[in-house]
């Protein structure tokens, strides 16, 4: 079992900065594939970034690269999301989410999910 409790979320103003932050109580959180996810109201839950186990792998939505950065610390067992260059269309709870192995775009592929943390992003 694994908690994630996500933390960083707020209000900012078009083209500001967020960094988002994901706590998890797990001893071998070195085995888990960690990803952010987000939903916006009336949509559906869409893949953010993922990151490998170790950190030397990671991937994005074509609607964040350039933009976002996915990071972890496994010794501390945290997961970041630095998110730049903000834009309206950003907003939405953005959740952390753990997958036992390797790595996965879909949410259903994870196995654990934080409560989500809320983004807002003033135009």
């Known amino acids: 079992q694994v908690q994630l409790v996500e933390s960083g979320g707020g209000l900012v103003q078009a083209g500001g900065s967020l960094r988002l932050s994901c706590a998890a109580s797990s001893r071998t959180f070195s085995s888990y594939t960690m990803g952010w996810f987000r939903q916006a109201p009336g949509k559906e839950r869409e893949f953010v970034a993922y990151?490998?186990?170790?950190?030397?792998?990671?991937n994005y939505a074509d609607s964040v690269k350039g933009r976002f950065t996915i990071s972890r610390d496994n010794a501390k067992n945290t997961v970041s999301l630095q998110m730049n260059s903000l834009k309206p269309e950003d907003t939405a709870v953005y959740y952390c989410?753990?997958?036992?192995?390797?790595?996965?775009?879909?949410?259903?592929?994870?196995?654990?999910w934080g409560q989500g943390t809320q983004v807002t992003v003033s135009s």
């Open positions: 990151i490998s186990l170790t950190g030397a792998s990671t």
């Open positions: 989410a753990a997958r036992f192995g390797g790595a996965a775009r879909t949410a259903v592929a994870y196995n654990y």
